[in-house]
């Protein structure tokens, strides 16, 4: 309906939450949700806390475009807290584009929660570097772009899926086991968020093979992780993650299958969250209200 | 440390965060947490919306014994937007006083999480139907009164129980696997909040025996359920439930040995809930921040 | 593969095991995987205990049809054992009928997951009482039949769903959230298992609007129980059911959605074990191997 | 009661439990429970598959010490069929040291489960390199040695332990966040098996300081994992594992205190399946029956 979002970030200090709540309250916002998070509040004095809100509100009596309510805020309180901060309208849908191979559980599952009302997005399109995928993604009437990528080709390929994205006015990009790493170059093109799924429980088993890692060492549970995306590999702020228990009596391939159900959940649970503005990136780490 | 923590619940309309918020900032109390829920935000404007709240804060600057405080909050804030609150002070502990029959399970946890400084509870004393457990209380030097009851005596028993507990100045009871119903009469005399552990996932299986039952039942979860205890049997609100898988494996007696650990957990986790001032009621059902 | 699945329940007595064993052995069948149960093993000698059995085991020197095979062991072994047992074969998957309504989670759940190799079976027709879902059966290549079922048509719409089942030569039935309640006189005229999903953890919340009673009693947990359907309402022997944790922050909006997620698993989960023999029927409860 | 276990591994091969089988039936022997697994039961022409069996049996009419039992099973089926095996007695329980350090809650649960009858061992000792926890041994009337450990002395020190335990008849040793390294010589002399908790789901944070490792890497999950200890640190076979979530609410000390609760679970899980014989070792991987 007619709410938005406000996440901040800022140095902690005494009186923010007063300052930020007494702005809604006169410009008529009515608060819906409110979190908040004190990374020390101990250390609140000495200038070593950081300080995460996030507050979903009614537009009550506002202007709809937001714009002068947007930029009051910045002069009266975020300028002057020195806040990072990001307003989100759930009238205006984040743009997701999907990455995508061969394997089809996680898109699927996407796609799925997308047509059930579950994530307030918009997909503009679907990349993948082989056809696979192409009915599916039709099916559900999604633009599905095959950009191959081999050795020789990658630079090239980046510079297309980056160029696709950002004419389709992409927010931010889900790699639904899409399987190639993407470059440093990659991401400073596109300039915004990726999400990723791993299908270990980070930071055990990075990189390729991870069931086959973990049937090996013969852990008695399994995982997934989704973090964002950043140039070192699997090593970005985690989001989700969760495990599944498993036995002697698995295989490599039962770890593949039972696996899948525990990568969709995490990497919807992760994107909703993207989604609905509750992922705050300190560091390396997330604050996930 | 010397903090505080203060709940509230009141109808919900705006400003409650602002002016709340404004108060703390003005007397000089630095908030750590905050949390905050309405039932219905968007009945907000027709007064069908409750809001609760907690926050915890520093004492900074205030007067420590938080009288002045108190009679401020009272009169600038609680009485003109009609709030029940209560507001605690760490350094002024809660005392729980813990009724026991035979199982020793969640009555040596609770002990032992005290004794971990897990718990910020004074234990003044112990109150049992039987002597069993009399060791296992004065090996962690708290006072064990016996009082037997019988279907005869139950009225007699409970007055005596009630007056150990008020004249030790116990602020709430936990019942840790307490094997007799409590009549209306005992919650009324004692008039303070009553937690129970029940050996079940209500609302399945109220009443005796419910292993036996859930093992007839052919069920594949047991679990446990903390509430607090009201006149219905097994009908308060509840605080925490939990549940572990069984197979058909599992005898009625071996459920009973898996459901000890649930049941452990969870009424832990429900008395650490209710001893930081996080679990507010509100009819049947609570809020747990 | 060439494998089969040999379940069998009996009264327990010493060496049901060695006779099977042997009889295996000596047909040149290769055990894959043994799993057995004895319901009461110390009420062996009184005749307390019931006997079950689940193996699984290559066809190596048995003649392919296995009809000489099943002839033997039911002349050698099952006949003086007094047993009851079945045989199926990997080769020979078993045909599934599925029932809907509107809801499309459960029913494209089990969808994918064949269309991906995770269930060895054969749907040969979908039956609906709405058109809805039409188009998604079709997109995976299957007849969907409408039969509207009001109060007045209900026996002719059951017998008509009954007889396009038996003529479609259907082994078991799945009720995918089909919203009506099935009679005594289909479930003896379909004479094969039907499996259902609910939205409860039974025998919590039985019958109508399981998400708004969870709700209403303010529980802390959300589940969902797959069972064969009997003649009584949500009481048939339980499969499978799992659960996941909710807050005071969830609305009767927000557990159906959660719900869905947990529904499908646990479905999925039950449909895979009777596919693959797993789920063996003593009284009201299940052995699941 | 008067039952016994029998673990047999050995070369995979057909006929394996018609032979076990055969021979408990001709000897009077029941079976109360079965289970076994083969490691790639497609492999077993091959040789490639490896077998594993537990089998719990009555005595009905054994001779009561075994030893003609145990002579005939070994000339009979574990000599032809080239078997790794063993034997117990319920009624000859094992004999568990324990060894500490300061952290009392794993130590304690296990105390705990032994006095409420969860775990068939005798305790012959404890033994610490801290004085701390003499005082809980003594209330459980257990002795309790201790042997301080330096950098220095650690040879000398773990002869000592070595040997209190094996002048005490121990068959297998706990590590109940015991904050010493075993040595290999240790482990040589030893010559039985030692179970460790780790607090970390393994192989993530290997080593020292996991919890704080883990909230430096903000996971959204902790865990514990119990193995053998082998001369690779925190390498050994794994027997049991599990997490519980965490937020970034957690602070380094919360974990501490949520991560308590995990570790002396899955340790107690760990002890009790060997207590049993449910945990066969196959190389670096266990089978848990």
């Known amino acids: 309906g007619n709410t938005a979002t406000l996440t901040i970030s800022c140095p902690d200090r005494p009186g923010i939450v007063a300052a930020v709540s007494q702005f809604l309250h006169r410009h008529g916002a009515n608060i819906i949700h409110s979190d908040q998070h004190s990374t020390d509040p101990h250390a609140l004095e000495s200038g070593g806390s ?21 930029a009051a805020f910045a002069r009266d309180v975020a300028g ?14 984040k743009r997701m584009a999907l990455l995508v191979s061969r394997y089809d559980h996680c898109f699927l599952d996407l796609l799925w929660r997308k047509r059930r009302g579950e994530l307030n997005v918009e997909i503009p399109l679907v990349i ?7 009915r599916d993604a039709e099916m559900f009437g999604l633009p599905f772009h095959v950009v191959p990528v081999t050795r020789e080709n990658k630079p090239r390929a980046e510079a297309e899926q980056v160029r696709l994205m950002r004419e389709a006015g992409v927010d931010f990009a889900v790699l639904a086991r899409y399987m190639q790493i993407l470059s440093g170059n990659f991401l400073q093109a596109f300039g915004r968020p990726v999400i990723n799924i791993h299908h270990s429980f980070l930071p055990a088993f990075i990189g390729a093979n991870p069931y086959r890692a973990a049937f090996t060492r013969g852990v008695k549970l399994i995982g997934a992780t989704s973090h964002y995306v950043t140039e070192d590999l699997d090593a970005g702020p985690i989001i989700a993650q969760d495990v599944v228990p498993v036995t002697h009596r698995d295989t490599p391939e039962s770890l593949v299958r039972v696996g899948r159900d525990v990568e969709r959940q995490v990497l ?22």
Chains 1, 2, 3, 4 share one sequence.
């Open 50 to 70: 950081t300080f995460f809100m996030r507050m979903e509100f009614h537009l009550g009596g506002l202007d709809q475009t937001g714009d002068a309510f947007a």
């Open 80 to 93: 002057p807290l020195n806040m990072d901060w990001h307003l989100s309208y759930a009238a205006r849908p």
């Open 128 to 134: 993948s570097n082989h056809e696979d995928l192409r």
């Open 268 to 289: 919807a649970r992760a994107v909703k969250a993207h989604v609905e503005d509750r992922v705050l990136v300190h560091g390396n780490k997330t604050v996930v209200f």
